[in-house]
């Protein structure tokens, strides 16, 4: 079975600030790694991911993520953070077996930047 | 940018009703998906789809449920008989491969009343 937690509710960051979104993750098998966010009344926006290779991802809007083996996690970071960031952020996993291509997400991090 | 589009934005149906939802997904991809999200809670999967045929499907997709690729283009869901527990808003996902980064629609929100 494979699980993602994301140990925040909310998160509040004053702009400018940088901010990090928490995410640890549990899979049988080896990890594929993804973050997406919701703005209201939208689908889920695909931010990043990882599969393999450098722990450290880049993805849209100066998001990275850094994948720690030893600590099953996938936090989200921003060097500095923008009111526009503010939205609902998912960590979704899946096992990277072939034939379990379903992605399992978080709750979700409501992510509020303050100006 | 290609993306994934959901018809109709929302949906109120009574409660033993069937309703389709209906998603165009990006056009050269070949894995298709239905994901669903109740109100302040998460998004849960319900069922992935490839070469004309359910490859998996999760504990909700009951037999209430079915999907279907009628044509090139469209990919449905269909609740055969609807209960109040079944509203939600039910995304619709694509992508090329199977470790693509899977794609969202905009999606529905079913309301049964």
């Known amino acids: 079975a494979q699980s993602v937690a994301q140990p925040e509710d909310q998160v509040n960051v004053a702009e400018g600030n940088p901010l990090t979104v928490k995410c640890t993750y549990s899979?049988?098998?080896?990890?594929?790694l993804f973050w997406y966010v919701q703005y209201p009344n939208r689908g889920l926006q695909f931010l990043l991911k990882y599969i393999t290779g450098d722990n450290l991802v880049k993805g849209s809007y100066g998001f990275e993520a850094e994948f720690n083996k030893s600590q099953t996690s996938f936090h989200l970071k921003k060097p500095s953070a923008l009111v526009s960031d503010s939205a609902l952020y998912f960590c979704?996993?899946?096992?990277?077996?072939?034939?379990?291509?379903?992605?399992?997400f978080g709750t979700g991090t409501r992510l509020t930047i303050i100006p | 940018e290609p993306e994934v589009t959901q018809t109709p934005s929302h949906q109120v149906t009574q409660m033993g009703q069937e309703v389709i939802l209906r998603c165009v997904p990006i056009s050269n991809h070949l894995y298709f998906y239905w994901y669903r999200q109740i109100l302040g809670q998460k998004v849960e999967f319900l069922v992935s789809f490839y070469n004309n045929e359910i490859s998996e499907k999760s504990e909700i997709f009951d037999d209430q449920f079915s999907v279907e690729r009628p044509d090139g283009s469209n990919f449905t869901l269909k609740i055969r008989s609807t209960k109040l527990e079944d509203s939600a808003m039910y995304f619709c996902a694509s992508n090329s491969g199977s470790l693509g980064e899977q794609y969202f629609g905009p999606g529905t929100r079913l309301t049964v009343t």
């Open positions: 979704a996993v899946r096992d990277i077996n072939f034939g379990n291509e379903k992605l399992t």
């Open positions: 899979v049988s098998g080896n990890p594929y």
